[in-house]
């Protein structure tokens, strides 16, 4: 039986972790997707076309995301404890565009579709801390050039954000996490598969199976506010069983076990 008690572990999150936060998921049945069209607000091409509907679009997830009852909850608080006491680099790596893994604590963390509370120049690259609503009146203040400042988000068709050290330390880990995520969007979904191909104990923790729950070593199911809490505990106490252990899948009920 193949026990990870140490080495660097990847950990990958989607809009799932957020969701009991109070923040939308996008594919949910009551998701974004399900309210807006991916074409009308998360391409260049959206933005080239109608810049003031999509800053419409995420300046109302701005606002949202800053609204006094949005908190991170216990698996954000959880990955925070993993990063403290776990004894060898832990590297999270998030899909999700909002600031909760920052405000439960986390100290290492990628935001490979950028973040909701930052603006970039289209002209120039700058980059800036954003808190309040853009606007295509706005000039950037580093090229002084109007109607090019967007929200700092990776949306379809563009290069998701620090690659590089991404696929090194999928390549290098002893374990893959993934959290709360579909796994539809690429190159998110293709990061089990990489990390498998080096032989790295993979596992999912989603709501339900994923789209490649397959791929992986192990699949739990269950609320992230209870299921990934327990399975730190257990890989903090030496007890995560990987890939050889005799349940492959399973589902965690409210006590977590
Ligand atoms: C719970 C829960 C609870 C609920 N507890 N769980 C054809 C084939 C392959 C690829 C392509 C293709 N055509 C185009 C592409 C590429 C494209 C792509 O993947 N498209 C697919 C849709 C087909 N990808 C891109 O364009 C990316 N760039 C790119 O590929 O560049 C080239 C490249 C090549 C090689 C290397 C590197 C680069 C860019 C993708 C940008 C994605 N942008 C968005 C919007 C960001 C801004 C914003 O927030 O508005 O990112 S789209 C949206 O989806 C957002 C998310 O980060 C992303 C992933 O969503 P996520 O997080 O998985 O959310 P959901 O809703 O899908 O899933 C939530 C899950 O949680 C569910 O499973 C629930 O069950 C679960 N859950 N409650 C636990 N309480």
């Not at 776990?86 to 999700?96: G, H, S």
Request: charged share 20%.
């Amino acid at each position: 039986m193949t026990r990870v008690s140490r080495g660097p572990i990847v950990i990958l999150t989607g809009a799932g972790i957020s969701k009991e936060s109070g923040l939308e998921t996008f594919r949910d049945s009551d998701g974004i997707w399900a309210k807006v069209r991916v074409d009308d607000v998360a391409t260049p091409e959206a933005f080239a076309r109608n810049p003031a509907h999509v800053h419409e679009f995420y300046n109302m997830r701005r606002r949202r995301l800053q609204a006094g009852d949005i908190e991170p909850n216990a698996a954000h608080r959880a990955l925070v404890e993993l990063e403290a006491q776990w004894p060898d680099p832990v590297l999270l790596v998030t899909q999700n565009v909002d600031d909760l893994h920052e405000r439960a604590g986390h100290q290492r963390l990628i935001h490979m579709h950028g973040e909701l509370l930052k603006a970039r120049c289209a002209f120039c690259g700058d980059v800036q801390a954003w808190h309040d609503d853009l606007s295509v009146a706005l000039s950037c203040r580093h090229c002084c050039r109007s109607g090019g400042l967007r929200p700092h988000v990776v949306w379809f068709g563009e290069m998701p954000l620090e690659m590089e050290t991404i696929f090194a330390a999928l390549s290098e880990c002893r374990l893959f996490v993934s959290i709360g995520t579909s796994g539809t969007v690429y190159p998110a979904a293709g990061f089990v598969s990489l990390a498998a191909s080096h032989g790295v104990e993979t596992v999912e923790l989603n709501l339900e199976p994923s789209a490649g729950a397959s791929l992986f070593g192990e699949s739990i199911q269950g609320e992230a506010s209870v299921i990934v809490p327990a399975f730190v505990q257990r890989l903090l106490a030496g007890l995560w069983a990987g890939a050889s252990a005799p349940l492959a899948s399973r589902a965690m009920g409210a006590r977590g076990n």
